[in-house]
């Protein structure tokens, strides 16, 4: 799946595009966005990206959905060089801005943003709390705080699958469930909270996924990471499927509002 700590690198971005579209680096592509930010209207708006990746949603924000200004952040460089190089090439760095930034607060004064916005990234920040606060902070009043996130099913520990299919990814996941990020988000003072599972949609898409990684696309996947790399995926994906049948792995939307 998505790589931290520095490991999107080019190799790693184009692997990631070539499974899930150009710009993306997360499952279902500008479809998912889409459902994501269903029935809202960005025109005109200041719109913050958490974790911009290679910023194809960053661009698509302001070129489809009509988004004054937006600001993409993430932590690591090269995907900040890719996501800078997406904004030129679109004609759009007037409107489109990228900041890397440390891991920690958001570096915005209050009410900067009529919307915020991310897809699949925060679930590397574990502290939900002090994220739904300072997504508040940095909403203007009335503004929407509209996300996907990976959420782990139940509170307490992971299951021994789901500690394998962790450690399988290898990454510094901090899965919240469902309850815990209405409750943060409650806390914070948002209104109109809602989450929405998307398991059963992934779990049929993560097949496919797992399908196009050992099916002819295999040699096209292992010429960006090298086939070590690629039997490692095929591994994680299949420990995934898992996690995602015990409904333990829930891909989730979540909708917020800060009142007006």
Not at 20 to 36: D, H, I, K, Q
Not at 73 to 90: L, S, W
Not at 142 to 148: I, L, P, R
Request: hydrophobic content about 45%; glycine content about 10%; some cysteine.
């Amino acid at each position: 799946m998505s790589e931290g700590g520095d490991l999107y690198d080019d190799r790693h971005i184009a692997f990631l595009e070539a499974l899930w579209g150009e710009g993306y680096l997360s499952p279902g592509g500008a479809a998912e966005v889409a459902r994501v930010l269903a029935e809202l209207d960005l025109s005109g708006m200041a719109a913050l990206d958490i974790g911009c990746g290679s910023g194809g949603i960053t661009v698509a924000l302001a070129r489809d959905y009509g988004a004054g200004r937006v600001t993409g952040i993430d932590v690591e460089v090269p995907v900040c060089a890719a996501a800078r190089r997406r904004a030129e090439a679109a004609g759009l760095s007037d409107r489109v801005e990228i900041v890397q930034v440390e891991p920690g607060p958001l570096p915005f004064h209050d009410g900067a943003f009529d919307l915020v916005f991310s897809k699949d990234s925060i679930v590397h920040i574990p502290d939900k709390e002090a994220l739904a606060r300072d997504v508040f902070r940095v909403l203007k009043p009335g503004g929407v705080f509209a996300a996907s996130d990976w959420l782990i099913g139940h509170d307490g520990p992971p299951s021994p699958e789901m500690e394998a299919y962790l450690k399988a990814e290898a990454l510094d996941f901090g899965m919240a469930s469902p309850a815990r990020y209405k409750a943060a988000l409650q806390a914070a003072g948002f209104e109109s909270v809602t989450v929405t599972d998307r398991n059963p949609w992934y779990r049929e898409v993560a097949r496919a996924e797992l399908a196009r990684l050992e099916g002819p696309e295999r040699a096209t996947f292992e010429s960006a990471l090298g086939p070590e790399e690629i039997a490692r995926q095929i591994l994680t994906w299949k420990a995934m499927i898992v996690v995602l049948d015990k409904g333990e792995h829930r891909p989730s939307h979540l909708r917020a509002r800060k009142p007006g």
